[in-house]
């Protein structure tokens, strides 16, 4: 049968403004659970382009041992030759390392002054052919175990200590946004039971006179809809808000600089918005769906 | 039109609404259902538009069994029949002209057939002055003209109507009598359950009588009694 546009239209139109109080409470639980999951969503993608930059210029740098034999060394160096897991190497040594060192300890007279050439270690930097995870930790264990080789160091242990950290938090934030998706479709569900109960004679009237169910159920439905519709869209601009005040404050923080990654580009908190907005969709056709369902079963 | 095959209805509690009854309506017919408050009528009433289900027996709507209907066709059963009571059930809030136009509205006929169905029939209840009154503005008589209005609005072949005069005045009862012999002289089938002596006994239709849930008279141009 067809429905009338725009009877639908002004049906929801109307039920939406019967109960502004209900209708508030449930746009803002939508908006929170659904900020909730976009800055979860955020994090991660955050997340992951911080470990992709860390992958971009992973080195492993194989500390060598003061008192290396110099065939000790030839022997690493002929292994990095032939190891296939290996793009590139150099060789630093003891004049290049105090250099370094020097420009390290720039601002620290003192220890400029106690530094001498051949305190500070000599080392191989290495870099893998394949900058993943798993393939470092190999390598590393290889090289830590050669003779004359005092320790490998590595940003692995960096990138595993985000990523550890943030799924912990991921995980945190997730769980919070589906608590909140809960209460929220219970909350719309309540909302569209009480705008029913307060139609109920016109819902009486419709029936009697032969109005399909659907025809009945179909403006309540585009209520709990639009309510959780308009949830989505402050939930959009509450994580467009975040980006450029948290966010965007973490990333310009000099003392933050892992969270340089953290700031996102409008189109990458528009693109996390769209499943997020989807979502609270689903949540509003689920709330009002079952409390239509219930009602109508007279 | 109606015909009812052996049907029982016993609601919760052994409470026994209709015993074995049955009948048959031809087109056309008008049928009182008389006998005191918990005979049954309501009951009967509410069978005939499958607001309630009976445990045993048949009932045949316009040569369809309406016990074999799936639920999502009870609202096109509906629509063949208009439904009158007691305390009219209009919307308060609504004018009524849109307490009879909702009625069209809701099973999706367009505006133009709204905008011509609802003015004649207002005209043939006698309220196309009091179009933009709310309910509350209309005496009881009035407000049960529309309802009416409402019923028939949409051509139905039967006219249930549950007490309509319940809460009237004789002088009242009587106007809204002939507004429902003039429906049925269209040659709508209309069944009234009705308590009013004096309005059986000037009708003389057929008077179908229950007592208990047991049909004990059904006799052509009765009597109250």
């Given at each position: 049968?067809?429905?009338?546009?725009?009877?639908?239209?002004?049906?929801?139109?109307?039920?939406?403004?019967?109960?502004?109080?209900?209708?508030?409470?449930?746009?803002?639980?939508?908006?929170?659970?659904?900020?909730?999951?976009?800055?979860?969503?955020?994090?991660?993608?955050?997340?992951?382009?911080?470990?992709?930059?860390?992958?971009?210029?992973?080195?492993?740098?194989?500390?060598?041992?003061?008192?290396?034999?110099?065939?000790?060394?030839?022997?690493?160096?002929?292994?990095?030759?032939?190891?296939?897991?290996?793009?590139?190497?150099?060789?630093?040594?003891?004049?290049?390392?105090?250099?370094?060192?020097?420009?390290?300890?720039?601002?620290?007279?003192?220890?400029?002054?106690?530094?001498?050439?051949?305190?500070?270690?000599?080392?191989?930097?290495?870099?893998?052919?394949?900058?993943?995870?798993?393939?470092?930790?190999?390598?590393?264990?290889?090289?830590?175990?050669?003779?004359?080789?005092?320790?490998?160091?590595?940003?692995?242990?960096?990138?595993?200590?985000?990523?550890?950290?943030?799924?912990?938090?991921?995980?945190?934030?997730?769980?919070?946004?589906?608590?909140?998706?809960?209460?929220?479709?219970?909350?719309?569900?309540?909302?569209?039971?009480?705008?029913?109960?307060?139609?109920?004679?016109?819902?009486?009237?419709?029936?009697?006179?032969?109005?399909?169910?659907?025809?009945?159920?179909?403006?309540?439905?585009?209520?709990?809809?639009?309510?959780?519709?308009?949830?989505?869209?402050?939930?959009?601009?509450?994580?467009?808000?975040?980006?450029?005040?948290?966010?965007?404050?973490?990333?310009?923080?000099?003392?933050?600089?892992?969270?340089?990654?953290?700031?996102?580009?409008?189109?990458?908190?528009?693109?996390?918005?769209?499943?997020?907005?989807?979502?609270?969709?689903?949540?509003?056709?689920?709330?009002?769906?079952?409390?239509?369902?219930?009602?109508?079963?007279? | 039109?109606?015909?009812?095959?052996?049907?029982?209805?016993?609601?919760?509690?052994?409470?026994?609404?209709?015993?074995?009854?049955?009948?048959?309506?031809?087109?056309?017919e008008f049928v009182f259902?008389?006998?005191?408050?918990?005979?049954?009528?309501?009951?009967?009433?509410?069978?005939?538009?499958?607001?309630?289900?009976?445990?045993?027996?048949?009932?045949?709507?316009?040569?369809?069994?309406?016990?074999?209907?799936?639920?999502?066709?009870?609202?096109?059963?509906?629509?063949?029949?208009?439904?009158?009571?007691?305390?009219?059930?209009?919307?308060?809030?609504?004018?009524?002209?849109?307490?009879?136009?909702?009625?069209?509205?809701?099973?999706?006929?367009?505006?133009?057939?709204?905008?011509?169905?609802?003015?004649?029939?207002?005209?043939?209840?006698?309220?196309?002055?009091?179009?933009?009154?709310?309910?509350?503005?209309?005496?009881?008589?009035?407000?049960?003209?529309?309802?009416?209005?409402?019923?028939?609005?949409?051509?139905?072949?039967?006219?249930?109507?549950?007490?309509?005069?319940?809460?009237?005045?004789?002088?009242?009862?009587?106007?809204?009598?002939?507004?429902?012999?003039?429906?049925?002289?269209?040659?709508?089938?209309?069944?009234?359950?009705?308590?009013?002596?004096?309005?059986v006994d000037t009708m003389r239709r057929r008077v179908i009588?229950?007592?208990?849930?047991?049909?004990?008279r059904d006799q052509a141009r009765g009597v109250y009694?």
């Open positions: 049968m067809a429905l009338n546009a725009n009877y639908i239209a002004r049906e929801t139109g109307q039920n939406l403004g019967r109960n502004p109080t209900l209708t508030v409470a449930s746009v803002i639980t939508v908006s929170i659970a659904l900020t909730l999951a976009g800055v979860a969503l955020l994090v991660r993608e955050g997340t992951n382009n911080l470990a992709g930059k860390f992958r971009g210029d992973v080195e492993l740098i194989v500390f060598l041992d003061p008192e290396i034999s110099p065939d000790q060394r030839q022997a690493i160096q002929t292994s990095l030759d032939e190891n296939p897991e290996v793009s590139t190497f150099s060789y630093v040594d003891e004049r290049e390392a105090f250099e370094e060192a020097q420009d390290l300890f720039a601002e620290q007279p003192t220890m400029l002054r106690l530094l001498r050439e051949g305190d500070v270690p000599t080392s191989f930097r290495v870099e893998p052919a394949n900058p993943d995870f798993q393939s470092v930790v190999a390598l590393r264990s290889i090289y830590e175990r050669e003779a004359g080789v005092e320790q490998v160091e590595s940003a692995t242990e960096a990138i595993r200590a985000i990523q550890e950290l943030t799924e912990k938090l991921n995980f945190g934030v997730l769980f919070a946004s589906a608590v909140s998706a809960g209460v929220s479709i219970l909350l719309i569900y309540n909302t569209i039971r009480t705008a029913m109960f307060a139609r109920r004679h016109e819902i009486e009237v419709m029936k009697l006179v032969g109005a399909t169910n659907w025809f009945i159920r179909v403006p309540f439905i585009l209520e709990g809809m639009i309510q959780s519709l308009l949830g989505g869209a402050l939930a959009v601009g509450l994580l467009l808000g975040l980006n450029v005040f948290l966010f965007g404050a973490l990333a310009n923080n000099q003392y933050f600089e892992l969270f340089q990654n953290f700031e996102f580009s409008i189109g990458t908190v528009i693109g996390t918005s769209i499943p997020l907005v989807l979502v609270g969709v689903a949540i509003g056709a689920v709330g009002s769906g079952f409390a239509v369902g219930r009602f109508l079963d007279v | 039109m109606i015909k009812l095959e052996n049907v029982t209805k016993v609601y919760k509690g052994d409470v026994v609404a209709v015993k074995d009854g049955s009948f048959e309506i031809g087109k056309g259902l008389v006998g005191p408050s918990g005979s049954g009528k309501s009951t009967l009433l509410r069978l005939l538009n499958r607001e309630e289900e009976p445990q045993a027996g048949h009932i045949h709507v316009a040569g369809k069994d309406i016990g074999d209907l799936s639920s999502w066709k009870i609202p096109y059963l509906r629509r063949n029949i208009g439904s009158v009571y007691q305390d009219y059930k209009l919307l308060s809030t609504k004018s009524v002209y849109d307490n009879v136009a909702f009625a069209l509205q809701v099973i999706g006929r367009p505006r133009h057939v709204i905008k011509t169905q609802v003015p004649a029939i207002l005209e043939l209840v006698g309220l196309a002055k009091k179009h933009k009154n709310i309910p509350n503005e209309l005496s009881g008589g009035e407000q049960q003209r529309v309802s009416i209005a409402r019923a028939f609005v949409n051509r139905p072949l039967i006219l249930l109507a549950d007490e309509p005069t319940g809460n009237l005045d004789p002088a009242t009862s009587v106007g809204i009598m002939r507004l429902l012999d003039r429906i049925n002289r269209t040659g709508t089938t209309v069944v009234m359950a009705t308590h009013d002596r004096s309005i009588e229950l007592d208990r849930g047991t049909i004990i009694e």
